[in-house]
T-cell receptor, first 116, second 115 residues
Framework: GENVEQHPSTLSVQEGDSAVIKCTYS??????FPWYKQELGKRPQLIID?????GEKKDQRIAVTLNKTAKHFSLHITETQPEDSAVYFC???????????????FGAGTRLAVHP | DAGVIQSPRHEVTEMGQEVTLRCKPI?????LFWYRQTMMRGLELLIY????????DSGMPEDRFSAKMPNASFSTLKIQPSEPRDSAVYFC?????????????FGEGSWLTVV
């Protein structure tokens, strides 16, 4: 079945450094890739997403890249700040069943700690 | 919009008791999801409704779990009888339409502890 693998499971960086989280997916029909941030005790919230017709998308300090050939996508956070500390989840969904239900498959999450 | 609203936010119950979690999706969203989150298993999709109809319940762990969506603005997830291993955060989420590319919005979650 469909699978999304996420690495690393934990990531510790110094404030101001960059952080990169990588995900790979198994379903070649996947074409929508959102990233969610979950702060301690809170709900997952969408921070950025990318569709398969683009290779990169940026929003201020956050960027996501997509390599469809290799079936992997990455989240890049530059100039990290302590408030970036959270668990980040990647996810993938396909259009395999056009007009029907396509399950969003989540990665296992990356716990990012940004130290002042 | 108030977002996806869940209740209760926290519940502590004894093993064997019935637990009912409630959800009000975002108005106008016709897809509703129930997820369970634990440290061991991460985010698991339990069940998905589209236009109030259960489409995929393959994630429901066992017969003790049931979910209903009697109308477009309300859903329940019931566990009867509850067991300690059911302790988790249960998230309800909704999405406009059911097709690809539509963002899923999560509620604040119901934190369940079964002792």
């Amino acid at each position: 079945g469909e699978n999304v693998e996420q690495h690393p499971s934990t990531l510790s960086v110094q404030e101001g450094d960059s952080a990169v989280i990588k995900c790979t997916y198994s379903d070649s029909a996947s074409n929508y890739f959102p990233w969610y941030k979950q702060e301690l005790g809170k709900r997952p919230q969408l921070i950025i997403d990318i569709r398969s017709n683009v290779g990169e998308k940026k929003d201020q300090r956050i960027a996501v890249t997509l390599n469809k050939t290799a079936k992997h996508f990455s989240l890049h956070i530059t100039e990290t700040q302590p408030e970036d500390s959270a668990v980040y989840f990647c996810a993938a969904r396909s259009d395999r069943f056009a007009g029907g239900y396509n399950k969003l498959i989540f990665g296992a999450g990356t716990r990012l700690a940004v130290h002042p | 919009d108030a977002g996806v609203i869940q209740s209760p936010r926290h519940e502590v119950t004894e093993m064997g008791q019935e637990v009912t979690l409630r959800c009000k999706p975002i108005s106008g969203h016709n897809s509703l999801f129930w997820y369970r989150q634990t440290m061991m298993r991460g985010l698991e999709l339990l069940i998905y409704f589209n236009n109030n109809v259960p489409i995929d319940d393959s994630g429901m762990p066992e017969d003790r779990f049931s979910a209903k969506m009697p109308n477009a603005s309300f859903s329940t997830l019931k566990i009867q009888p509850s067991e300690p291993r059911d302790s988790a955060v249960y998230f309800c989420a909704s999405s406009p339409l059911g097709g690809s590319g539509n963002t899923i919005y999560f509620g604040e979650g119901s934190w369940l502890t079964v002792v």
